[in-house]
C-alpha cells in the first residue's frame, strides 16, 4: 500500500520519453533493498527485477485472502 505508481520523465540522461514506475526516493524507506544511489552523481535508480518477486508474493497473498 505505501508504493506509488508514477508516470515520469526522466532529466538525467536528455530523454523526452514519459516512463512509468517508482520514484527510487519513495520506495527507500519501504524495499532498501532495490534502491540504489550514486553519491558521485546523486542519482538513484532502482532493481526493478528484484520487486517482481515481492510482488508476485503480495498477488498471492491477496489471491489467498479473495478466496477465503
Same mark, same amino acid.
Given at each position: 500500500? $505505501?508504493?506509488?505508481?508514477? +508516470? &515520469? ?5 536528455? =530523454?523526452? $520519453?514519459? #516512463?512509468?514506475?517508482?520514484?527510487? #526516493?519513495?520506495?527507500?524507506?519501504? @524495499?532498501?533493498?532495490?534502491? &540504489?544511489? $550514486?553519491?558521485? !552523481?546523486? /542519482?538513484? =535508480?532502482?532493481?526493478?527485477? =528484484?520487486?517482481?518477486? /515481492?510482488? @508476485? !508474493?503480495?498477488?498471492?497473498? #491477496? #489471491?489467498? /485472502? @479473495? +478466496?477465503?
Amino acid at each position: 500500500m $505505501n508504493l506509488r505508481g508514477v +508516470s &515520469f520523465i526522466r532529466t538525467d540522461d536528455g =530523454s523526452t $520519453n514519459t #516512463q512509468i514506475g517508482f520514484l527510487a #526516493q519513495e520506495v527507500l524507506p519501504h @524495499v532498501p533493498e532495490v534502491v &540504489f544511489y $550514486n553519491e558521485t !552523481e546523486d /542519482l538513484y =535508480s532502482m532493481d526493478y527485477a =528484484s520487486l517482481t518477486a /515481492l510482488l @508476485v !508474493e503480495a498477488v498471492k497473498e #491477496q #489471491q489467498t /485472502l @479473495v +478466496s477465503d
